[in-house]
């Protein structure tokens, strides 16, 4: 049998280090966020456990996803406009009822694609390569690739043309 004493010591230390890692993680999110240009922010990021390609570009106020960022995958040449909202966890039901679990899927961006301003991805979405998300959509589903998807809930509203494609 383990002694109280030995077990709240425990406990304790163990609170301190996930408190510690929570706060650093909050810290990185804010410097992500606010940084003074995009390529000071992408660091901070990664920091935080998002998988990030290579030239990825982030707007100011992107926000992704602070309890599960490593939920969150981002491929190559993606550019990210100002204030995105990326999010990988939905507690809105459980909030209703605890006894409905959270939510918690992977979001992933496809190399090559755009995501305009004020746009919002939900959790569960993957946005294909090459794909234009228009400004201030919110993105419920999945977004095939080479297409343009705009509007509350995104719809795909254009294929680009395969001549067009490289």
């Known amino acids: 049998m383990i002694k109280r004493s030995v077990m709240m010591g425990f406990l304790k230390r163990l609170y301190q280090r996930v408190r510690f890692s929570l706060l650093f993680k909050s810290i990185l999110h804010t410097i992500a966020m606010n940084a003074p240009h995009g390529r000071l922010r992408e660091p901070f990021y990664r920091m935080r456990g998002i998988r990030i390609g290579k030239n990825v570009a982030f707007g100011p106020g992107v926000f992704i996803e602070e309890a599960r960022p490593e939920l969150v995958v981002i491929e190559d040449n993606v550019s ?51 794909s234009i998300i228009g400004a201030g959509s919110v993105v419920v589903e999945d977004i095939p690739p080479w297409s343009v998807a705009v509007g509350v809930p995104a719809r795909v509203i254009k294929i680009i043309d395969v001549k067009h494609k490289k």
């Open 80 to 130: 990210i406009a100002p204030n995105v909202t990326i999010i990988s966890h939905d507690s809105s039901y459980s909030s209703i009822d605890p006894r409905n679990p959270v939510r918690r899927e992977h979001v992933v961006i496809k190399r090559n694609a755009f995501i305009g301003a004020g746009s919002t991805i939900l959790p569960g979405v993957t946005i294909g390569e090459y």
